[in-house]
């Protein structure tokens, strides 16, 4: 009957739509407000005092952004192989517009935290830390793959863990990696995406995003000496 197959072309489409999805979207974790929690964006490390603080070329220490306990971070099907354990530290070089050639940032690993944190070296430029924290934690999403820039209606801050990066400019991130520190365009993956974020402050450029990016062979071991973080803005 006609009523039968409205039907079934109503069901093949939503069968066409979803698999279309599938394709152009990958397993996230949006970084929403936390609580109790080691993870968290801005403020000071819990760095132990025998891990050495990242510094650029010239000896500047970085600046801490975020730090990610991976034991807090749900382990969910479909999603990129990681440590169990262990946190990852992100920092980025304040002066990174003096050579743009390399990454503008380090990620240090470490097998546990201190319980304090540690003061910020004499040689970082005190302007551009972050002074307030934000305990966070991690909420499931699916990312779609853009191409631009697409308007944040809900004016909330776009910080992810994996899936596809929200990009500023166009291009594939990706090919910039493989410039900068080698190997396939398939095994690079976003690690990290971070927004503007008034309440730390955190600001990356002109209405711009930080993105911390790391092949997967290197994530499914815990090895993060070899990230790439670029920042684009408009």
């Given at each position: 009957t006609?009523?039968s197959?409205?039907?079934?072309l109503s ?11 599938q394709k ?5 974790f949006?970084?929403?407000r936390?609580?109790?929690a080691?993870s ?12 050495s603080w ?10 801490f952004?975020a730090?990610?306990?991976l ?8 999603y990129?192989?990681f440590?169990k ?5 992100f920092f ?6 003096m050579?743009l ?5 380090k990620t240090?690993?470490?097998p546990?935290?201190?319980?304090g944190?540690?003061s910020a070296?004499k ?7 972050m002074?307030?924290e ?5 909420e499931?999403v699916?990312?779609l793959?853009?191409?631009l ?6 004016k909330?801050p776009?910080h992810?863990?994996f899936?596809?990066?929200?990009m500023?400019q166009?291009?594939d991130m990706?090919?910039e990696?493989?410039?900068r520190?080698g190997?396939n365009?398939?095994?690079w993956?976003l ?5 503007g974020d008034?309440?730390?402050?955190m600001?990356w450029?002109d209405?711009?995003?930080?993105y ?12 993060f000496?070899?990230?790439y973080?670029?920042i684009?803005?408009c």
């Amino acid at each position: 009957t006609a009523e039968s197959i409205r039907k079934n072309l109503s069901s093949s489409r939503r069968d066409t739509i979803h698999k279309k999805k599938q394709k152009t979207s990958k397993n996230a974790f949006c970084l929403v407000r936390g609580k109790k929690a080691n993870s968290k964006l801005g403020g000071l490390p819990n760095l132990r005092k025998d891990v050495s603080w990242p510094c650029n070329d010239d000896g500047k220490a970085m600046i801490f952004v975020a730090q990610i306990d991976l034991a807090e971070v749900p382990r969910l099907p479909n999603y990129p192989a990681f440590p169990k354990s262990g946190v990852v530290l992100f920092f980025y070089d304040s002066e990174y517009y003096m050579n743009l050639d390399k990454s503008f940032g380090k990620t240090v690993y470490v097998p546990n935290l201190s319980k304090g944190e540690r003061s910020a070296p004499k040689s970082m430029d005190m302007v551009f830390m972050m002074k307030m924290e934000k305990r966070i934690g991690f909420e499931a999403v699916s990312s779609l793959q853009r191409t631009l820039l697409e308007e944040n209606t809900e004016k909330i801050p776009l910080h992810q863990f994996f899936g596809y990066p929200a990009m500023i400019q166009d291009g594939d991130m990706r090919e910039e990696c493989i410039e900068r520190c080698g190997g396939n365009i398939e095994d690079w993956i976003l690690l990290l995406q971070l927004d503007g974020d008034s309440e730390l402050p955190m600001i990356w450029g002109d209405a711009g995003r930080a993105y911390y990016w790391i092949r997967k062979q290197d994530l499914a071991v815990g090895n993060f000496s070899n990230t790439y973080m670029t920042i684009q803005s408009c």
